[in-house]
């Protein structure tokens, strides 16, 4: 058994599939390229595959980790060769490394999500986008409602919050970048902290039309930011 | 090229049904062909994604250097709000090119309730609904697919039909579009017709006249153009071994109704089930060869990386080498983990030991078909199966391990007594108790899935008058009081949408002027049960004066002109009408593939011969 760390992507071409659709598409990739992945024993075998952590519908990402667990040995050039050609448009494999048998499960390390949020202005100006972030960043509890097919939940989000929020304007838009701790008891989406700063900050930008982009995942402390790959 | 509002496509369902970008999808540059065609089936994503037609289509026409094939299907109740109020017109997946912008829209008419969402789609590329109302600067409207046997209630809408099957056909149809394209459209939208109308197998609606007797019956249905043949005869391809299949189909990203690998082991089936339209659309039997298959199945693991193969055809357990085909297919596999499944089986032709070796091990139920509670019932709709036949199958199942049974039936069928009706729940209490005999425990389960049955054209209960949709909901009532173990799951389908698809099946033209108000007023997917508004149509049928039970539930004799009569599957009318009697008579039909030939027209008419791996031997 081995396990190969993959960096990938999630690009503009997939924005709109979802996470169980991106695994399942990098599986058949799998398949396709011949690779000899290990698979679960059981009735219903499954591919010994493992993602750091999932990516919502509308998300985009440059930086996802997965984990494959290959029954020989490949070698890795041409291993990742054979994947890139068999990967689909929009996933792209930024680098591959095997890991070391006993190293962690990337669910069980990874800690820190950071996005970038581009976003349209409705009206206003910039200096009241400012005082938006400002007041959102210098709050001690922010409450979110959660809606989901379940039910309403409040969620405190500055908990979740690894850093400030930071804004800069780009033509008509607002480019926040956002930086979401993700905890053994759970995390925030980028576009429910979004959906607070316009509920609650009178952030003025058009939300629904906001694209979120996941800039990195990171094994994080106070000191410094790895990512899965560098460990 | 359209864009799309990430705002839009955040607040539909499931937006990768907009957005394309699949695995082995085909974007070509418009620019450097000839001929442009939209491939569609009017339903939702990932209805359209699953038909193995449109597959094979698609790969034959982006093999042709000089044409494009695109894909679009219905968008769903929202994002038609979405499209509508942003004023976005139907797209294609690859290149979200306008549909209005194509040659050729082909729409695969798989049943009935689908045409509403034609009718829809039109619109919403902008396209005009009426051929009539269509020139030479319009898109080609063409339908292929089982309903255009009898397309005619559509007739007004389409200005091309496809009769039978596709890959040769196809070819014929972009040849002649490139042809007159490139000859400046001489003589118009007029001129392109009346070539298309010399293509063996194209039916042109707009070409023939139709006139009606006092009584509201077809009086005729003539060619009104010398280029028109009076009977449009199915195209048929001879060799299943030698034709193109759909070796690199569209793999998608979201689940979709059949989210596997399609492999057709053959097509057609003369068991000769009376109620059965496939049954003779399809005729004759073709298998392909066990080597085909394997070499088939190479490919097609090869470029979608699916890991599952299901074995398709209309009764896939008569393969005559199935044993041998998914033993190879089972060894090919292994290592990759690819699993092999049949999606029906028959009860007469079940064997245990198969069953066990496919996929079906690992999933808790079996499906059977008996169609009819009684065997006098049984007999008069050829379906030749015997309770000891189910009796074996099943019991062989429950000592396999297996303790769910579904079994499908359909009520109103011909000559058909409330004690037939009851025969289905004397069947599934007797499934019950044979778990209890072969297990010694209870706790079976057994689904019994009942349909409305909705006589359809070219079949021996083509004159044959459907149930009142309130006949069918009293014998549902009766089977229901009977059925009141808890250990039985009882499903029906619903007395009118059924109704509504009898009159479709065998409607007319004059059934066009009810699709189109009944769009108007909001009808579509029909086949979906929480859009389906009964009332939209019935007010449809009111206002045109048309009484939908003429076509439905009226039985017909048997020297009345059919609307489809200038239409032809090969199977002859006198065929169908003799089997009628049989019917009537309770005298079973044998398999002309096993058994002598029972004439029925097709392989004397096309020119075609039954191919059956098991004879050659």
Redesign the interface.
Known sequence: MARLRLEITKGE??????HL??A??I??????A?LPAA?SEG???H?KLSFASALA??VTSQAEYMDIEFKGDVEISQGVKRLVM?L???IMVNSANYMPAKVPALMAIVNLATYDVLVPFTTGEFGAVEDSIRRFNEMQEVVHTRETPKGRKDIEVKQYMAGAIGATVQDNQVLLTIDIKITPTGSIKPGEVLAALVAIFDLNV?K????IHRTGLYVADSKTRRKPTEL | MITLDPAILNRVLKPARYTGNEWNSVKKDHSTVAVTVALSLPDVYEVGMSNLGLKILYQILNNRTDTVAERVYAPWVDMEAEMRSHNIPLYTLETLTPVADFDIVGFSLQYEMSYSNVLNMLDLAGIPLLSAQRDENEPLIVGGGPCTFNGEPAADFFDCFILGEGEEIIEDLVEVVAAWKQGAKAHGKLGLLKNLAQIPGMYVPSLYDVAYNADGTVAEVVPNCPEARPVVTKRVVKDLNTVEYATRPVVPFLDIVHDRIMLELFRGCTRGCRFCQAGVLYRPVRERTPETLLKLAKELVDSTGYSEISLTSLSSADYSCLPAVVQSLIDEFKEENVSISLPSLRIDSFSIELAQKLQQVRKSGLTFAPEAGSQRLRDVINKGVTEQNLDDAVGAAFGAGWSSVKLYFMMGLPTETDEDVLGIAKLAYRVLDLYKQVTGRRGAKVTISVACFVPKPHTPFQWFGQDMAAEFERKQRLLKAQLRDRNITFNWHDARTSFLEGAFARGDRRLGQVLLSAWKNGARFDGWSEHFKYNVWMEAFEAAGIDPHFYATRERTLTEVMPWDHLSSGATKEFLAREYGQAVGEVLTSDCRHDQCTVCGVCQELDVKVIDGGNQV
Do not use: Q, T
């Open positions: 071409e997939i924005r709109y599939i979802s659709d991106y399942s598409a599986e058949r990739a799998i398949i396709r011949k698979y009735f219903n075998p591919m519908v509308g068999a689909p448009l929009g058009d629904d039309r906001a694209l």
